[in-house]
């Protein structure tokens, strides 16, 4: 194979990957989803083989779960994986608000003051779709202004795999950030107190783990046997 095929081939299993990333991350395909490979042939108008082989990266990243004789699906993750996306969210994104510089800052102010525009129209509407989107891209732009591709990578994974966990644990349908808590962030760092802006963070990090249901979630097993013995 020409270095040439290669690279096209690359290039494809990436659009393959980044769209199917995408609609999972705005919840357009929901945890669980049979992602068939024949309609995603026809879908994306892709070749099955590229299909299957960014079926295999996304299941690499634990977005898709391909599951023996039964075909991908979107992935369902479980209450402990979702504690631990959010201990690993604390952990990165402490990190990626230590990086921002007030410098960094004023580079990305037309992007940061047209995203917060976004985030206020978006949340003040009634269309979940762009609420979830916006807000989670909030997150996603610090991780790419604060200069390191490899938190920004992982970042990228992380909030994906949120949009799972959300879309499966959340208690109701408040929107999963608030406005006035990002708004928070990027004064401290125009500021250039990442000190407050990490904390600020961790606390908003906790609120969005503290709407979800994920006690009840374990607790789910327990139940069963519950359950069966008042019967
Ligand atoms: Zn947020």
């Known amino acids: 194979m020409s270095t040439n095929t290669t690279t096209a081939k690359q290039l494809e299993v990436q659009r393959i990957?980044?769209?199917?990333?995408?609609?999972?991350?705005q919840q357009r395909l929901r945890p669980g989803t049979r992602l068939v490979e024949?309609?995603?042939?026809?879908?994306?108008?892709?070749?099955r083989n590229h299909v299957q082989v960014a079926l295999q990266r996304l299941a690499m990243q634990r977005i898709v779960t391909i599951e023996?004789?039964?075909g991908a699906m979107?992935?369902?993750?479980?209450?402990?994986e979702a504690r631990e996306v959010f201990i690993a969210r604390r952990a990165i994104e402490r990190a990626i608000v230590e990086s921002i510089t007030p410098d960094v800052m004023r580079?990305?102010?037309?992007?940061?003051s047209s995203h917060m525009r976004n985030e206020r129209v978006a949340t003040a509407s009634e269309d979940r779709r762009a609420?979830?989107?916006?807000?989670?891209?909030f997150h996603l732009i610090l991780g790419e202004i604060c200069g390191n591709s490899v938190l920004s990578e992982i970042l990228s994974n992380l909030m994906v795999r949120s949009s799972l966990i959300v879309a499966l644990y959340q208690r109701n349908e408040v929107p999963s950030c608030q406005c006035d808590e990002h708004e928070a962030i990027i004064n401290a760092l125009e500021a250039g107190d990442t000190v407050q802006a990490a904390e600020i963070m961790q606390e908003h990090l906790?609120?969005?783990e503290g709407v979800l249901d994920l006690d009840d979630a374990d607790a789910g097993e327990i139940n069963l046997r519950q359950v069966l013995s008042d019967l």
């Open 74 to 80: 979107v992935s369902q993750p479980t209450a402990k």
């Open 17 to 25: 990957a980044e769209i199917l990333s995408k609609a999972i991350a």
């Open 38 to 47: 024949s309609q995603l042939v026809d879908a994306l108008g892709a070749n």
């Open 68 to 70: 023996p004789n039964r």
């Open 107 to 112: 580079t990305h102010r037309q992007r940061i």
């Open 206 to 208: 906790d609120d969005l």
């Open 131 to 137: 609420i979830v989107r916006e807000l989670s891209e």
